[in-house]
T-cell receptor
């Protein structure tokens, strides 16, 4: 059981380039999330998808777009990368976002550097 | 404004002793608290949680204590083992906006180092 899989693991972009971070979960979870983690900072929510077909902004959505492709997959797109988007990106999922007994399951992250 | 604070960036503890990680919060609406553990190059994994209706929750070597009046929670690990060396994140959620996966606010983390 792979859980939450993120690709790629590492990426280096030049300012202005675009890319899509991929995330897939095999736990039949309804809700999926994208977080970023910067040095000395906690995890901050970028976007989330409460269920297939819906997406909503989190705390730091500027410069990003998302697509909930199907129940399994939730991608994060940077249209024009900026150095401020250098970070580690984590995808997460949960079966029931309203349940205290359904904590988030995280992927292993994508380390992105924008030069 | 940081609503969940972990004021110790790092903590070093001898193997076999007790590790105590602290977390303070400012939002009185928070009613559910979680601890996540993170190893290098991996994603965070859920460790233990506590609802505001309780003041203590235990799971094996891990116990979380909640002091609502002080807006403070702590994670105790007894006895500490080398595999406990990791970054620990405190997180909090307010009300129905999630067991609040959407509404989770994370602290900056504490790096626990278990010395042999």
């Amino acid at each position: 059981n792979a859980g939450v899989t993120q690709t790629p693991k590492f990426q280096v972009l030049k300012t202005g380039q675009s890319m899509t971070l991929q995330c897939a979960q095999d736990m039949n979870h309804n809700s999926m999330y994208w977080y970023r983690q910067d040095p000395g900072m906690g995890l901050r929510l970028i976007y989330y998808s409460a269920s297939e077909g819906t997406t909503d902004k989190g705390e730091v959505p500027n410069g990003y777009n998302v697509s909930r492709l199907n129940k399994r997959e939730f991608s994060l797109r940077l249209e024009s990368a900026a150095p401020s988007q250098t970070s580690v990106y984590f995808c997460a999922s949960t079966a029931n976002r309203f349940s205290y007994n359904s904590p988030l399951h995280f992927g292993n992250g994508t380390r992105l550097t924008v030069t | 404004d940081q609503q969940v604070k972990q004021n110790s960036p790092s903590l070093s503890v001898q193997e076999g002793r007790i590790s105590i990680l602290n977390c303070d919060y400012t939002n009185s609406m928070f009613d559910y608290f979680l601890w996540y553990k993170k190893y290098p190059a991996e994603g965070p994994t859920f460790l233990i949680s506590i609802s505001s209706i309780k003041d203590k929750n235990e799971d094996g070597r891990f116990t979380v204590f909640l002091n609502k009046s002080a807006k403070h929670l702590s994670l105790h690990i007894v006895p500490s083992q080398p595999g406990d060396s990791a970054v620990y994140f405190c997180a909090a959620s307010a009300g129905y906006s999630g067991g609040g996966a959407d509404g989770l606010t994370f602290g900056k983390g504490t790096h626990l180092i278990i010395q042999p």
